[in-house]
T-cell receptor
């Protein structure tokens, strides 16, 4: 079956460290993959998009990698801050469809 | 301000009483979509619309209807709500689906409780 998985366990890290979140998918051929941030009770907010032919994308302290062989995307937040605490969602757009498929999200808590 | 608005934000209703959740965007986006979010299941797409009068099913369309008569509006209709439709609902829009600049903008959410 087709699915997209994120670590459902919460991730606690110390302020200043690098947080790494994982998104794995099976049986999809995504044209691109997106990462969103969601705060409690609010709608997701777009962070980064990475295409299938891109290995890495950066935006300020954020970095995303995309390995279509491993069917995996990694999301890194460097020099993490307590304000980075949120749930992070990955989403992919399967080739040939107009749908979006979201992972269940990983809750990140950055400890001061 | 560019935004997606949803109304109502909170709704408690009873089984079988038809309801509509409105969604509007002011960004002239072509693509609009509805999601529901449930604990442990994440965001699941209900319906989407590529443009006016063009709609299609997402992964969980049962029990829902949509319409897209104007570009800016995409209402979600529950003809006969049931308790299993209790959820947090999000509307989203993007300029053009499927491009490398594809970015979804989400509304603030509607928390629906069906008794």
């Amino acid at each position: 079956s087709q699915k997209i998985e994120q670590n459902s366990e919460a991730l606690n890290i110390q302020e200043g460290k690098t947080a790494t979140l994982t998104c794995n998918y099976t049986n999809y051929s995504p044209a691109y993959l997106q990462w969103y941030r969601q705060d409690p009770g609010r709608g997701p907010v777009f962070l980064l998009l990475i295409r299938e032919n891109e290995k890495e994308k950066r935006k300020e302290r954020l970095k995303v990698t995309f390995d279509t062989t491993l069917k995996q995307s990694l999301f890194h937040i460097t020099a993490s801050q307590p304000a980075d605490s949120a749930t992070y969602l990955c989403a992919l757009a399967p080739l040939g469809t107009y749908k979006y498929i979201f992972g269940t999200g990983t809750r990140l808590k950055v400890l001061a | 301000e560019a935004q997606v608005t949803q109304n109502p934000r909170y709704l408690i209703t009873v089984t079988g009483k038809k309801l509509t959740v409105t969604c509007s965007q002011n960004m002239n986006h072509e693509y609009m979509s509805w999601y529901r979010q449930d604990p442990g299941l994440g965001l699941r797409q209900i319906y989407y619309s590529m443009n006016v009068e063009v709609t299609d099913k997402g992964d969980v369309p049962e029990g829902y209807k949509v319409s897209r008569k104007e570009k800016r509006n995409f209402p979600l209709i529950l003809e006969s709500p049931s308790p299993n439709q209790t959820s947090l609902y999000f509307c989203a829009s993007s300029l053009i689906k499927g491009t490398s600049t594809d970015t979804q903008y989400f509304g603030p959410g509607t928390r629906l409780t069906v008794l």
